[in-house]
């Protein structure tokens, strides 16, 4: 791949990362606020923690995609962005346009997705 290529994909993955950095501690915040200690009845005690459980699962989603990311810019860093990790082929350059910290080919993506469902 070319260096301007590599280096059109760490912009976009700098500027996912810090999108990402900020969601995340948003939702964690969110979560942690939306407990309030006033007395409620049980039907608004399961919406607020209905609500806060939803806010944690979305940062915990946003954290595993920010290491995803992270580990992209630590592959740029080292010269092994592009290449699927399994066959070591280069991934195609519309997946990682779409996936930019994509780590897999499609066709081992798609292996992997199917030996998880077994």
């Known amino acids: 791949m070319k260096k301007e290529q ?8 700098l500027k996912m990362k810090d999108e990402l950095t900020s969601n995340v ?3 964690e915040k969110e979560g942690r606020d939306a407990v309030t200690v006033e ?5 608004d005690m399961a919406t607020e923690a209905y609500g806060q459980e939803m806010s944690f ?24 962005f592009g290449n699927c990790e399994k066959c070591s082929k ?3 350059e519309g997946r990682l346009g779409v996936v930019p910290q994509a780590r897999l080919c499609i066709s081992c993506q798609e292996s ?7």
């Open 39 to 43: 007395a409620k009845d049980f039907g």
């Open 57 to 80: 699962a979305v940062s915990d989603a946003g954290r595993k995609k920010l290491r995803d990311v992270e580990d992209a810019l630590r592959r740029i860093n080292d010269g092994t």
């Open 6 to 13: 590599i280096k059109k994909y760490q912009q976009v993955l």
């Open 25 to 27: 501690s948003h939702e």
């Open 112 to 118: 992997a997705e199917q030996e998880g469902t077994r």
């Open 90 to 92: 280069p991934i195609d």
